[in-house]
């Protein structure tokens, strides 16, 4: 059963202008580049064939008019329908179904030629090779799939699945370095970005696929049909994205993001580690008025990293201005995200819960908001403040991040130092 066309929201093209919107023009960001062949015209047959995608079924108007364009569909026009989709679509599930759909239409054209851009960009290689490593891995589960469907003894199967199920896991820090070093340099460079948003709701179903799946493996009793399902999923989830990144994602934005910055984005990788306080700047006579006192830049930073919290400061207009690096930080945050609109730093699911806080503590309605939730092992407390200027003006919202799974069990006091003698 197709999703209802009544969550799609107009106007449709031409209401719609591709190419030269209020927007770019305010944000200075470059617009695509669309082949010579890709006129407004063009775009006016492809992009209701899209929409349509929605319920096949009452497409074939839209189809007869758009089967010709499709061996001749690129990389970059490719990205911009994605955007315009996402534009015109509210639900996020309803969105993966049309670009699924779009992408299958398309892919003769994006298949002809295997990794279609410049090589030689030392973070892309990177996922290149990730991205091979997770091929390599889905194919050693194919016999295992079999074999469980074959009726042989789960001893057989099972314990093959889960490594390899655990190594997948381990993969997904390929998604992470994504959301937080290339996206925002694509949100930066690229007008047309949206697509990365809809990536990142894909990436949180392959988290969600893995988790699901080494519960109904330890599971004596999970349905084979369910089973079926969940690797169904994750096998269409994860080569899809590897097709996505390879084939679009990639060739549609190298042209766009200057080259010095490609190079320099394996650098912004601070998940990986504590900022260097000697980086650090200080003021011309070393000392930076803090009201309360006067340190150096490389104090502060020392300061910032041995606080038992995760901090990223927003500004009034949303944008990430600092975030500090302790040593063991729960959520990955790299040099990329500082300009980045905030919203951009959650996953989509999320980002609605996040603009509602935002324009709250705007208008003054709510000054804090807390959470509590689990992430892997530990439970983590996570606070919104609101920050206000001495006229009463917003100045920003501060949020902090602790992991307070030890805190939980603390009973009593302690008073007395209990170093051991080394």
């Given amino acids: 059963m197709f999703l209802p066309i009544s969550t799609i929201r107009y106007p449709m093209p031409g209401n719609m202008n591709l190419y030269s919107c209020a927007s770019c023009r305010k944000s200075g960001k470059p617009r695509m580049e669309i082949s010579s062949s890709t006129t407004s015209a063009y775009f006016k047959v492809l992009l209701p064939y899209c929409l349509g995608l929605a319920n096949p079924a009452s497409n074939t108007a839209n189809l007869a008019r758009a089967r010709d364009m499709f061996d001749t569909v690129t990389p970059v026009e490719t990205m911009v329908l994605v955007d315009a989709v996402m534009q015109t679509v509210e639900d996020m599930e309803l969105v993966k179904t049309i670009v699924t759909r779009m992408l299958h239409s398309f892919t003769k054209a994006l298949a002809a030629q295997s990794r279609p851009f410049e090589r030689g960009i030392p973070f892309l290689e990177n996922l290149m090779s990730r991205n091979d490593r997770i091929a390599a891995i889905l194919d050693s589960l194919r016999p295992q799939v079999v074999s469980m469907n074959s009726g042989d003894s789960p001893a057989t199967y099972k314990r093959e699945m889960v490594v390899a199920l655990d190594q997948l896991s381990e993969l997904t820090a390929h998604y992470t370095m994504k959301e937080n070093i290339l996206f925002p340099v694509v949100e930066k460079f690229v007008e047309e970005s949206r697509c990365v948003q809809l990536m990142w709701a894909i990436h949180d ?80 006579d070393g000392r930076i008025d803090l009201v309360t006192g006067n340190p150096t830049a490389r104090q502060l930073v020392h300061l910032f990293n041995n606080l038992p919290v995760d901090i990223t400061l927003v500004d009034e207009d949303d944008k990430v201005v600092y975030f500090n690096t302790p040593e063991h930080r729960i959520f990955p945050r790299t040099k990329a995200v500082v300009g980045r609109s905030v919203q951009n730093c959650h996953p989509p699911k999320s980002v609605h819960i996040v603009q509602k806080i935002l324009e709250a503590f705007r208008a003054g309605t709510r000054k804090e908001a807390e959470f509590r939730i689990t992430v892997g092992s530990r439970y983590v407390r996570i606070t919104y403040t609101a920050l206000y200027h001495g006229d009463g003006s917003y100045a920003g919202t501060l949020e902090v991040s602790q992991d307070i799974t030890g805190l939980r069990d603390m009973e009593g006091e302690k008073r007395l130092l209990d170093w051991q003698d080394r």
């Fill in 205 to 284: 179903d392959v988290r969600r696929t893995l988790k699901d799946l080494r519960a109904s493996l330890e599971d004596a009793g999970t349905p084979l049909a369910l089973l079926n399902r969940q690797f169904g999923q994750l096998f269409f989830d994860m080569r899809s994205m590897v097709f996505r990144e390879e084939q679009v994602l990639f060739p549609a934005i190298l042209p766009r993001i200057p080259r010095n910055v490609l190079l320099t984005l394996s650098e912004n990788q601070h998940e990986e580690g504590q900022v260097d306080p000697t980086a650090a700047k200080d003021s011309s």
